[in-house]
Structure formats: C-alpha cells, structure tokens
C-alpha cells in the first residue's frame, strides 16, 4: 500500500495533536499498523502499533499520553497525541505491514509514509 501521512504542525507544550495516515492502493484492513517518529540525529524509534487484529501496544513514553486507532472504511489510521512536550518533537511516520503484529521493529513493515513533522513548543 501507499501511505501518506498529515496532521502535524506547531503546537504548545501541553496540546494534542492528531496524525492521520491514508493508505491507498488496497484495502489495509489486513494490515498491522505502526507510528514511528525520528528525532535531529536520532535513530527511528517506535511510538504505537496496532495489529491487523487490532491489538495496540505503545512506547512507554506514549502508554497514557497517545492512543492509535483506524478506520478500515477510510483507509485510515490515527495518532492521537495528547499532553505533548517539547521532546516529543519530531518527524513521524506511518508504516503498515501485511498481516502485521504492529511490532515496534521498523524492518518488519513493507510500506512508509513520507513523514509529518511536529514540533512543540515549551
């Protein structure tokens, strides 16, 4: 699949943010779903992912802050990101693999969207 993601933007230290990815190409309701975020001069690190049968699971620094969800009759899946902090500051990624787990291993996706950046001021 195709994925492209948006919704980030510039936001204050405390607020939410909610990233959409789109996927295109087929329907991804067999897909595990990942967000991943990289920070300047940082490694890609997992933020959330949500297996094709919908079992979530998060970075501990996202577990109570970010929740993941999809809407299979959009193609769609979401990042909601609450109670944001200028460390959370970062371009963030979609990523969806067939039949997916929504592991926290990057080279376990086939798909990539572009990137969002968000960035949060204190």
């Known amino acids: 699949v195709q994925l492209q993601a948006s919704g980030g933007g510039l936001v204050q230290a405390g607020g939410s943010v909610r990233l959409s990815c789109v996927a295109s190409?087929?329907?991804?309701?067999?897909?595990?779903m990942g967000w991943f975020r990289q920070l300047p001069g940082k490694e890609r690190e997992f933020v959330a992912g949500?297996?094709?049968?919908?079992?979530?699971k998060f970075a501990d620094f996202a577990e109570g802050r970010f929740t993941i969800s999809r809407d299979n009759s959009k193609n769609t899946a979401y990042l909601q990101m609450n109670d944001l902090k200028p460390d959370d500051t970062a371009t963030y990624y979609c990523?969806?693999?067939?039949w997916g787990s929504g592991s926290e291993v990057a080279e376990e996706y086939d798909d990539w969207g572009q990137g969002t950046q968000v960035t949060v001021s204190s």
């Open positions: 190409g087929r329907s991804f309701t067999n897909y595990g």
């Open positions: 949500d297996s094709w049968m919908h079992a979530t």
């Open positions: 990523a969806a693999a067939r």
